[in-house]
């Protein structure tokens, strides 16, 4: 199987599907770690929102490009509550305390869905458009995932052009770098942070929405992808876009080959390459400067 040029391929795009879905997640939270200097654990939960809204909405009006709309809409409105009531008050009070009240966030979201959804898991399907496979490099491959792994590259273009390109990107890039400074550039930091935060919050909806196809909706998915976007956000560097694609892209192609080329270590593979980074680069691959 190794020795076909098929298989290689389709492992490959196994990886970059993943990996940009894991982009899409982590891609906000790293910017909000490096920018504001919050650790917001309850951003998988966020993910989790933002499925089941996009699942809802694609079930009662029929669309999945609604829902995909909505999805980022609804979970960036509940950001904005939650940085009104909390985040920002919470910004000063370090990194312990962040710590403890976003991991009870985690749980008082994961009891909202319930409430509203029930334990029941959901189910969105695929849009017709983009149903079926791909002739793609002689393999066949489903033309959702293809979607997926063109949204995640779309996204990549646009914030990067955003934050290397405009002025904005560069208010962005100078509050990573020394907010302190930045404010006495004339900078409205405070504002900067709250648009950031729900930018952020915004993609992972994003996200959610996106995976719905992809996975049962329940109300734990957030916590089952938090692990890995930490990984992903550790390796790849806080506060970077460079740092949270290359972190994405490494821990899918390990996940990926880990799990056909050596099915009995998979589970650990990650977690050793984790340890070495941070062990040689303990600011990560790619980390912003401040």
């Known amino acids: 199987m190794t020795h076909d040029a098929g298989f ?11 990996s940009m879905l894991l982009f899409l997640l982590s891609v906000g939270l790293t910017v909000i770690f490096g920018l504001m200097h919050f650790v917001n654990l309850a951003h998988g939960a966020l993910y989790a929102l933002g499925a089941y809204v996009a699942a809802s909405v694609a079930g009662a009006w029929g669309g999945f490009w609604v829902g995909l709309i909505v999805a980022p809409i609804a979970v960036a409105a509940m950001g904005v509550v939650l940085y009104g009531g909390l985040i920002r008050r919470m910004r000063r009070s370090g990194p312990m305390a962040q710590v403890l009240v976003t991991f009870g966030l985690i749980f008082a979201l994961l009891d909202l869905t319930r409430i509203i959804w029930g334990d029941v898991a959901l189910a969105s ?5 983009l149903e079926g496979q791909v002739r793609l490099l002689g393999v066949d491959y489903p033309a959702y995932r293809l ?14 052009f955003v934050l290397g390109r405009t002025q904005i990107g560069a208010m ?12 006495c550039l004339g900078i409205d930091v405070e ?23 992809l996975l049962s909706v329940t109300p734990d998915m957030g916590l089952q992808i938090l692990i890995p976007v930490l990984i992903v956000i ?21 996940q990926t080959f880990g799990a056909v080329l050596a099915p009995q270590l998979s589970s650990v593979l990650i977690y050793a390459l984790l340890a070495l980074v941070l062990v040689t680069r ?9």
């Open 234 to 254: 550790v390796i790849g560097g806080l506060g970077s876009l460079k740092g949270a694609i290359a972190g994405a892209l490494i821990y899918g192609v390990v």
């Open 147 to 160: 979607f997926v792994i063109g949204l995640g590259l779309a996204v990549l273009a646009v914030l990067a």
């Open 282 to 290: 303990p600011t990560g691959l790619f980390p912003a400067k401040g």
């Open 125 to 129: 399907d695929v849009p017709a458009l």
């Open 191 to 213: 504002r900067l942070f709250f648009v950031v935060f729900c930018v952020g919050c915004a993609l992972a909806g994003l996200a959610g929405a996106v995976a719905a196809p």
């Open 8 to 18: 290689w391929v389709l492992q490959a795009l196994n990886a970059l599907q993943l």
């Open 172 to 183: 962005i890039r100078a509050g990573v770098d020394n907010d302190a400074m930045a404010a």
